[in-house]
């Protein structure tokens, strides 16, 4: 079964561009998280949506940061303009909510590894 | 506020070693779910386990097994026998009733070196 995917698996840009990272979460999933992982502040929840539609965007950093999710097997990550601190790497992940319970497990990307220089 | 502490930064052992990995968590909530996650040097991060609150009973996965004790609000992992493969960062992580259950937060992780 394919996992959650994620591209470019590395990026390499120059600060002020625009970067673009996207995603596709395993099929059938209702959730889709954007995680970031860097050493300072390890792994910290950005966004996430339920079916398609933002729930809690409090983790976005500021407003050079935004994440859509057009329909329920793609979503994209938009940092504008990038700066070297950006520098990190995002993971996209998903999971499926169950009815009446939850502790859902979310899987993971491998991750896009971003370096802004 | 929820709070997930992994005081262990980093551990070394020798092959065939077995290993325990701490976890200490923190929250308000009486319905809670605990889990544990491997990043392996390629970068990604494996699931290994979800523990809700309400099971205690410990849990053996092969070499892996999980102690799970709510009054030291703990949820340590150890690794029986261990290999060069199991080397890796290892998180734990908490999600809660009041939060949907949506939102993850990891602990700061432990980095385990297995040697030959």
């Known amino acids: 079964d394919a996992g959650v995917i994620q591209s470019p698996r590395h990026e390499v840009t120059e600060m002020g561009q625009e970067v673009t990272l996207r995603c596709k979460p395993i099929?059938?999933?209702?959730?889709l998280f954007w995680y970031r992982q860097t050493m300072m502040r390890g792994l910290e929840l950005l966004i996430y949506?339920?079916?398609?539609?933002?729930?809690?965007d409090s983790g976005m950093p500021e407003d050079r940061f935004s994440a859509k999710m057009p329909n329920a097997s793609f979503s994209t990550l938009k940092i504008q303009p990038s700066e070297p601190r950006d520098s990190a790497v995002y993971f996209c992940?998903?999971?499926?909510?169950?009815?009446?319970?939850?502790?859902?497990?979310?899987?993971f990307g491998e991750g896009s590894w971003l370096t802004v220089v | 506020a929820q709070k997930v502490t992994q005081a262990q930064t980093e551990i070394s052992v020798v092959e065939k070693e077995d290993v325990t990995l701490d976890c200490v968590y923190e929250?308000?909530?009486?319905?809670?779910?605990l889990f544990w996650y491997k990043q392996p040097p390629s970068g990604e991060l494996v699931f290994l386990i979800r523990?809700?609150?309400?099971d205690e009973q410990n849990e053996i996965s092969g070499r892996y097994s999980w102690n799970f004790q709510k009054s030291t609000s703990s949820f340590n992992f150890t690794i029986t026998a261990s290999q060069v493969v199991d080397s890796a960062v290892y998180f734990c992580?908490?999600?809660?009733w009041g939060e949907g259950f949506q939102k993850l937060v990891f602990g700061t992780g432990t980095r385990l070196l297995v040697s030959p």
């Open positions: 992940a998903s999971s499926f909510s169950i009815r009446g319970g939850g502790g859902n497990t979310i899987y």
């Open positions: 099929s059938g999933h209702d959730y």
């Open positions: 949506f339920n079916n398609n539609v933002p729930i809690d």
């Open positions: 929250t308000r909530d009486t319905t809670y779910y």
């Open positions: 523990r809700n609150s309400f």
């Open positions: 992580a908490l999600s809660e």
